[in-house]
């Protein structure tokens, strides 16, 4: 009897309270406080909010040095491959290629042609399907089909692994990391795929609104207008300052973190 008693007067009080606040927040509402008020009131503080960090890729790098990196995805055709890397040995520039498995099956010599001439191979999965509807275990398999294919071509351990159509998830990324591999997406896209013209594509490069220290560039190996424009892109990149390097000379490999922006930042820089 006493227990329910004493459990009806706790009610009763909380009761009471409840009212109260509701009272305080009209009187707060009618002197034009803002609603943030009315939320905090009826929050919880004993609960924990348990939000998830999603997790990202690197869109490009925090850095001092002007330094940037070219980079172009392999999916589809390869007539232009001879023409990208006379220009990008002409300017005396180092890019990254991300494969695909079935363009390496298809074009094993412009493979070793592209590593032969110095530059970077990473990872664009074995098919370039949708991560994002893959479970771990398929996002593994699509990553280290295509990486047997390189190793087994050139003796070459890939480390860096771009999702196809730039999509990802925290399984997409996981899978990468448990690869080995670092995630790279880009912040200065050309837009090349869209087909808009030579100076469109020169323009949205030279004058993109990121286009900074660290920044990642993309284009694609069979993009129309890609083979006339890169020319002009990479001597214009060079007369605002910046040097052009791989992106595997451009990124952190350790102590590192990567912060709402898909900046990755390192832990020792003090500037």
Not at 144 to 161: R, W
Not at 171 to 189: F, H, K, P, R
Request: glycine share 6%; with cysteine.
């Amino acid at each position: 009897m006493n227990k329910l008693k004493n459990s009806f007067i706790i009610l009763h009080k909380n009761f009471a309270i409840r009212l109260f606040l509701i009272a305080s927040i009209l009187l707060v509402s009618g002197a034009g406080i803002v609603r943030p008020v009315f939320m905090h009131v009826f929050y919880n503080e004993s609960a924990e909010v348990n939000v998830s960090k999603k997790k990202l890729p690197i869109y490009c790098v925090d850095t001092p040095d002007k330094k940037v990196a070219i980079s172009f995805d392999a999916a589809w055709g390869a007539d232009d491959t001879d023409t990208l890397l006379e220009i990008l040995k002409n300017n005396d520039v180092l890019a990254t290629f991300f494969l695909c498995g079935y363009w390496v099956d298809k074009y094993p010599d412009e493979v070793k042609k592209i590593y032969e001439s110095g530059h970077t191979i990473g990872n664009h999965s074995n098919t370039h399907p949708h991560g994002n509807q893959l479970s771990l275990e398929k996002n593994k398999e699509e990553i280290m089909a295509v990486h047997t294919k390189i190793k087994d071509l050139l003796g070459y351990e890939m480390k860096l692994y771009r999702p196809p159509f730039g999509e990802y998830n925290d399984t997409v990324l996981n899978a990468a990391e448990a690869c080995g591999y670092y995630s790279i997406q880009w912040d200065v896209d050309s837009l090349d795929w869209k087909k808009l013209g030579l100076e469109h594509e020169i323009n949205q490069v030279l004058n993109h609104k990121h286009l900074g220290n660290g920044s990642i560039i993309l284009f694609h190996n069979d993009a129309k207008y890609t083979p006339d424009a890169l020319d002009t892109i990479i001597k214009g990149i060079k007369e605002k300052g910046y040097e052009i390097v791989p992106i595997i000379d451009l990124i952190y490999k350790d102590n590192y973190y990567i912060d709402h922006e898909g900046r990755q930042r390192s832990n020792d820089n003090q500037y």
